[in-house]
């Protein structure tokens, strides 16, 4: 029931805030709170309320529409199970020389306006890696050390959708160090809720 609630409400929250501004700007609750409770000596001016409601009510919206809502998580096997977005622990991938390890991307969407679906999710990898994406449709996030997933392609998928890409190293690296993937978008307000993070060390 909850969970219905949740969605009926993300899906509808415009409509909502709008019918509570009308509703509010109309019977004008503060106007006669403050009249009842001061016993008519002072008065609020109905428009200006009207007004406060509907800037209220704004900023109301303006924070639903802006919450994070994408989720990400990595995993280090092919098994591409939406139930296994519930795992939160921190992966560590170790890279071999000549060896190509496969990495799953689960990314969760829901409430995107259209706003949302013109920005990118970019991860970005250490220069001395090799990405490639386990299928021509994979393929196409991959810009040289950094994987560019267009929100467009998740549209309001509801369900976690897994991406799979091979990650290897360029040359031999005799030096051991460590790179913890970033993960940033153009959003300016949005963020995207990180459940864990991969974390790729050689040498």
């Not at 900023?59 to 919450?67: G, S």
Request: overall charge positive; charged content about 25%; aromatic content about 12%.
């Amino acid at each position: 029931m909850r969970a219905d609630f949740k969605k009926f409400f993300d899906k509808h929250i415009s409509s909502i805030c709008s019918t509570l501004a009308a509703i509010f700007a109309y019977i004008a609750p503060l106007k006669r709170l403050i009249s009842l409770a001061s016993s008519d000596r002072f008065q609020l001016d109905g428009k200006l309320e009207g007004i406060f409601w509907i800037i209220v009510l704004t900023v109301f919206l303006f924070y639903f529409e802006n919450k994070a809502n994408i989720e990400l998580m990595f995993d280090d096997n092919n098994q591409r199970n939406s139930a296994q977005f519930d795992k939160k622990n921190d992966v560590s991938c170790f890279l071999p020389e000549e060896v190509t390890r496969d990495i799953t991307i689960y990314i969760g969407a829901t409430n995107l306006g259209k706003h949302s679906l013109k920005k990118n999710i970019t991860l970005t990898f250490p220069d001395s890696i090799t990405l490639t994406g386990t299928s021509s449709y994979e393929m196409k996030f991959v810009r040289k050390n950094k994987i560019i997933i267009p929100i467009e392609t998740l549209n309001n998928v509801g369900d976690t959708r897994g991406l799979t890409f091979g990650i290897g190293l360029k040359s031999i690296r005799p030096n051991s160090e460590s790179y913890t993937v970033k993960v940033d978008s153009d959003f300016k307000f949005r963020s995207i809720k990180k459940k864990n993070n991969l974390t790729i060390s050689w040498g």
